[in-house]
């Protein structure tokens, strides 16, 4: 009756059902998709290049920068700025990494800058989107409801697995992104600096705090960043399977959910309290890679205390029903 | 003075706006299977779920083993094992999954536990296949099996004849007689049959439109509205054949309802003994047709009686 007990009995329901098998057979399919398409895009790049000599193109480009650095007119942050793009395209120079000819790790960071917003939510929701709704349209809530276990501690242990397999699939495909991929682009760039520490005042980027970081720790910041994104979409989805009873209406409201989420963000809306919506807010690792925010007002701040309010939003609305619904049919 | 194991005060319940359970109130005893009679749509199903906390009550009180629901659920639910309409299992899991599932949600269930309670239903066979592949007999008995597995005081089986054949019938009916009287157990059965009530259950409970309108014994029951036996014969002889039916001990009415009918209360294996003293008074009898008596009559019997009064007494069931 330990909630160590509920919760492998929810394990075991979610791999008979193979749930997460049919989650890593997608990761396992479409990443080598992707592998293939970046693939033939640097080839493309090459091609466009004449030569494949990217190491006299980026000398060029260090060689210009620092002109540019020697004029006196620049304002300090810019140069600052500038100093470590050069620094970045020299330790490329130095380390034999070709920017145009990705390695794993690069793959893997380029992957979840595509994947946060729609692709890991998705498979997010295939993961939560019957958990409960399965029991009631199967029938079997009776055995769980007809047991000496209060209704919040079966909820919980539900609410557990999902984080427990929620963490699993952002883990997943970390591995999978960086095993498939390296096949092809080899397995080099682990240490390779990557840069951030943007900001955002007045709808404008900052770029006084920029520094270089090891790309290990901007993987681990940004899969830290799509975890979290996975964990408020998977308490929705929870909730949502509370609320609804089939699973074919509940992946239904989810997925308009968040197919107009990118639609707005793409539009880049004028419509300011759009802002709001937890769908727009799902493109987190933006904010580490120094992209401008698709609404004015959005920070990395934000966007966390908006997915913050929305997941326990969720999560009070989730418990609240299920305690109080009376089991019928 | 046995104990009581599921005691219901004052139950109520509004579903939709309407009052669909409104006044229900009757005690099991351990040891004895007790029926919950009623007609489609009368409240079984919805008072069941009550009683196993799938369902909340507006007013009233449950208490299981003495304890109450509504206060202290774990405690009271811990007791009793259920089948709420169909036995709803997972079927993308084993018999042995599935029990072993059911066994981490009661707490405290040995694997041997579970050997024991496989081979009581005797599903040794089966155990391991996905219970996608049993049949409907055999979910009903892995059905009992997970119900069975916590050692409960109280059985609690909504229509559980439902969708079995006679065979199946006679097995469910021989299989909650042993659990009363072998274990202890109380069984608390409902059915729309009168019948089935009647093979199966001691004590009874008749609900109507959401409330009780009868407790007592089943026994006494059918001594009130038992069977009837219909005797047609030539009408100038009614009269003395009344007379002579009457004084037969076997025959507890005999009312000549018009020229040439009579209705007996009488037993219908005696049938042919009856016959035998009226052919041999020179009654010539033209006809014999033994009625049993159905829900819907006991119904209107019971209904017409002034205000459906208790018949018998409501005590613990005297075997
Ligand atoms: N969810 C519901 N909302 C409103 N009325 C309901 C609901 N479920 C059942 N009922 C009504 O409650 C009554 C009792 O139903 P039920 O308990 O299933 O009867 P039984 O099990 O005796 O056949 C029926 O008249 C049914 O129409
Ligand atoms: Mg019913």
């Given at each position: 009756m330990g909630m160590l007990d509920l919760v492998q009995n929810e394990t075991i329901k979610i791999l008979r059902r193979r749930r997460f098998l049919v989650i890593l057979l997608i990761l396992a399919i479409l990443i080598p998709i992707f592998t293939y398409a970046q693939y033939r895009s640097v080839l493309t790049a090459q091609e466009q290049m004449g030569t494949s000599d990217w190491r006299a193109l980026l000398q060029q480009k260090i060689v210009d920068t620092q002109n540019r650095l020697a004029s006196?007119?620049?304002p300090e942050e810019w140069r600052e700025f500038l100093k470590i793009t050069v620094q970045q395209q020299q330790y490329y120079l130095d380390h034999d990494i070709n920017p145009m000819a990705p390695g794993a790790p690069t793959f893997a960071r380029g992957f979840m800058d595509q994947a946060i917003s729609l692709f890991l939510p998705m498979i997010i929701v295939v993961l939560a989107?019957?958990?409960v709704s399965a029991e009631f349209s199967e029938g079997t809530i009776k055995l769980l409801l007809t047991r000496p276990v209060r209704r919040w501690k079966v909820l919980t242990s539900k609410y557990v697995t999902l984080l427990l397999f929620t963490s699993l699939t952002v883990l997943m495909t970390l591995i999978l992104a960086a095993l498939i991929s390296g096949v092809v682009f080899?397995?080099?760039?682990?240490?390779m600096p990557v840069l951030t520490g943007f900001e955002i005042a007045g709808g404008e980027l900052e770029t006084a705090g920029v520094f270089a970081l090891p790309q290990w720790k901007y993987l681990l910041m940004q899969y830290g960043l799509g975890w979290f994104v996975s964990v408020v979409v998977g308490t929705i989805t929870f909730m949502v399977s509370v609320l609804v009873r089939s699973a074919a209406a509940g992946m239904g409201i989810m997925m308009a959910a968040l197919i107009s989420g990118a639609i707005l963000t793409q539009m880049a809306s004028?419509?300011?309290?759009?802002?709001?919506?937890?769908v727009v807010n799902l493109q987190l690792t933006d904010y580490l890679a120094g992209t401008l925010p698709?609404?004015?007002?959005?920070s990395l701040p934000f966007s966390l205390t908006v997915l913050t309010v929305w997941g326990a939003a969720s999560l009070v609305v989730a418990y609240a029903v299920f305690i109080k619904r009376d089991v019928t049919s | 003075m046995t104990e009581t194991v599921l005691s219901i005060k004052g139950l109520r319940k509004q579903m939709g706006g309407k009052p669909i359970i409104k006044d229900i109130s009757f005690d099991v005893y351990a040891g004895e299977v007790f029926g919950f009679l009623g007609p489609n749509g009368a409240g079984k199903t919805t008072t069941i779920r009550m009683l196993v906390g799938l369902a909340s009550a507006d007013a009233g009180e449950i208490h299981i083993g003495g304890i109450s629901l509504h206060k202290h659920f774990p405690q009271a639910i811990a007791q009793v094992g259920c089948i709420v309409e169909n036995p709803e299992l997972?079927?993308?899991?084993t018999g042995r999954e599935n029990l072993e599932h059911f066994a981490r949600m009661s707490g405290g269930i040995s694997r041997e536990r579970i050997e024991e309670i496989v081979r009581f239903v005797d599903l040794q066979r089966a155990i391991?296949?996905?219970?996608?592949?049993?049949?409907l007999g055999m979910r009903q008995r892995l059905g009992i099996a997970q119900a069975l597995l916590h050692n409960p005081k109280l059985l609690i089986l909504d229509e559980?004849?439902?969708?079995?054949?006679p065979a199946g019938i006679r097995e469910l009916r021989q299989f909650i007689r042993r659990l009363a009287e072998e274990e202890g157990l109380a069984v608390f059965i409902s059915s729309h049959l009168l019948s089935e009530i009647e093979m199966m259950c001691d004590r009874v409970a008749i609900i109507g439109k959401g409330k009780v309108i009868s407790v007592g014994l089943v026994k006494d029951l059918m001594e009130q509205f038992g069977d009837q036996v219909e005797w047609s014969v030539s009408p100038e002889t009614t009269e003395a054949a009344s007379r002579i039916l009457r004084a037969?001990?076997?025959?507890e009415e005999a009312v000549?309802?018009?020229?040439g009918r009579i209705m007996c209360k009488m037993d219908t294996e005696r049938i042919a003994e009856a016959n035998r003293t009226l052919v041999l008074q020179g009654i010539a009898v033209l006809g014999i047709a033994a009625k049993t008596v159905t829900l819907e009559d006991l119904f209107l019997a019971l209904t017409t009686e002034e205000g459906g009064a208790e018949h018998g007494h409501a005590g613990p069931g005297a075997k």
């Open positions: 006196s007119r620049l989107v019957d958990l080899g397995y080099a760039g682990w240490d004028s419509w300011e309290s759009a802002k709001y919506l937890f698709p609404i004015k007002g959005m | 997972y079927k993308f899991m391991d296949d996905k219970v996608k592949t049993y049949s559980p004849t439902n969708g079995l054949d037969l001990p076997f025959v000549a309802s018009k020229e």
